[in-house]
């Protein structure tokens, strides 16, 4: 990743301080990312208790969604990291297909596993859950080219009224 570079002054081997250049981690929203963790964690024990998926399935799906927020793009000049709008709307995505999958009913099977945890796989390798959590491209910023003769120069002497011919004054 790529981070903010400072100026620092520090002693090097030999005990002589001089002024070097140090790499900073770019910053990132720790607390939103706590938060977050915290919340995929209430809502994983709170689906085991309503007896939709086991807290280990739901961990899932929580392991995909920060996998995608901890990535790094591979060209981080022109790629950004995954947001957290992106990570949201996965998540929601994800909880919308898993629905349609079970329009039947949500039961326990046989075997002991909830009928949501049946078609988890296949919702999480989905490529429109691969198209949302994806590094998008950065914002492309142009710059107006400012030149001489190009228009873009104000009026000169200040327009009508100011010194300039005016109407009358042709």
């Keep these: ?13 030999q005990g002589v301080i001089s002024e070097r250049l140090v ?24 689906m ?8 280990e399935a739901h961990q899932r799906i929580s392991d995909c969604i920060f996998e995608a927020l901890e990535d790094d793009p591979a060209d981080p ?6 947001s957290l709008a ?6 929601r995505e994800i909880f919308a297909m898993l629905a349609k999958r079970v329009r039947d009913g949500i039961s326990r099977k046989p075997d002991g596993t909830y009928s949501l945890e ?6 999480l390798g989905s490529p429109r859950i691969s198209q949302i959590l994806q590094h998008l491209p950065k914002p492309i910023v142009i710059k107006p080219n400012r030149q001489a003769g190009d228009g873009s120069r104000p009026p000169p ?7 300039g011919r005016g109407r009358k004054g042709k």
């Design 86 to 91: 992106q990570a949201s709307k996965a998540d």
């Design 157 to 163: 002497d200040g327009g009508r009224g100011k010194g």
């Design 1 to 13: 990743t790529e981070g903010k570079v400072s100026r620092e002054w520090k002693p090097n081997s």
């Design 118 to 123: 049946g078609c988890l796989d296949a919702v």
């Design 48 to 55: 085991e208790c309503a007896r939709l998926m086991s807290y």
């Design 23 to 46: 790499r900073q981690a770019p910053a990132q929203d720790v607390a939103s990312l706590h938060q977050l963790g915290h919340m995929m964690a209430r809502r994983g024990v709170a």
């Design 77 to 82: 000049a022109h790629y950004d990291r995954v």
